[in-house]
């Protein structure tokens, strides 16, 4: 298995500009999680998916940031318009997700890094 | 809100020697898991060791073990024989039960020296 696949691995845009950040969970999970990673507040959960709805997203810090996921094997996280503030490291993670009770194992992709000048 | 804090944000240790990294977290929960998570300087996240709050017994994986202190919420990492790839910043987090949402704490950067 690849693994969960996450494009582009570095972007580099200017403050104002939409930036698009793609998402491919491994194959037959259903849980789906997007995180950020600062230097000031670490690594945050933005918002996750289960079976393709959003299930929590308080972690969206504001309108500018949107996620999707139309079908099982894709997301995307939005930010419209991008300010300098923005710029982290973007990770997505997979999982079984399921049955109430049960851990399932959070595999993270290799996130990408995201300058906004 | 469940709170996870490493008190260490850098340390370091010489290759073979035994070093330990420390997380408390704060809840409400009885149920719960706790993990240690691994970032190498490649930034992929990588799962170290996994514990359930409801097991006494401490786990271990190879090299890497934890002391589990429910009552003190205390949760540390003891990496033996320690390796130069070992060198990276290690996560604890925890998961409350039947939820799926991972919280971390801030990190430590460990670096083993040679």
């Known amino acids: 298995d690849a693994g969960v696949i996450q494009s582009p691995r570095h972007e580099v845009t200017e403050m104002g500009q939409e930036v698009t950040l793609r998402c491919k969970p491994i194959?037959?999970?259903?849980?789906l999680f997007w995180y950020r990673q600062t230097m000031m507040r670490g690594l945050e959960l933005l918002i996750y998916?289960?079976?393709?709805?959003?299930?929590?997203d308080s972690g969206m810090p504001e309108d500018r940031f949107s996620a999707k996921m139309p079908n099982a094997s894709f997301s995307t996280l939005k930010i419209q318009p991008s300010e300098p503030r923005d710029s982290a490291v973007y990770f997505c993670?997979?999982?079984?997700?399921?049955?109430?009770?049960?851990?399932?194992?959070?595999?993270f992709g290799p996130g990408t890094r995201l300058t906004v000048l | 809100a469940q709170t996870v804090t490493q008190s260490q944000p850098e340390m370091s240790v010489q290759e073979a020697e035994t070093v330990t990294l420390s997380c408390t977290y704060d809840?409400?929960?009885?149920?719960?898991?706790l993990f240690w998570y691994k970032q190498p300087p490649s930034r992929q996240m990588i799962l170290v060791i996994r514990?359930?709050?409801?097991?006494?017994q401490n786990a271990t994986e190879n090299r890497f073990s934890v002391n589990f202190q429910k009552a003190a919420k205390s949760f540390s990492l003891k990496i033996s024989d320690s390796q130069l790839g070992d060198t990276a910043m290690y996560f604890c987090?925890?998961?409350?039960?039947?939820?799926?949402?991972?919280?971390f704490g801030t990190g430590t950067r460990l670096t083993v020296i040679p």
């Open positions: 987090a925890f998961m409350k039960h039947g939820a799926n949402n991972l919280f």
């Open positions: 809840t409400s929960e009885n149920n719960y898991y």
């Open positions: 998916f289960n079976n393709n709805v959003p299930i929590d």
């Open positions: 514990q359930e709050a409801y097991k006494q």
């Open positions: 194959s037959g999970h259903n849980s």
């Open positions: 993670a997979s999982s079984l997700g399921g049955k109430a009770g049960l851990y399932n194992e959070q595999f």
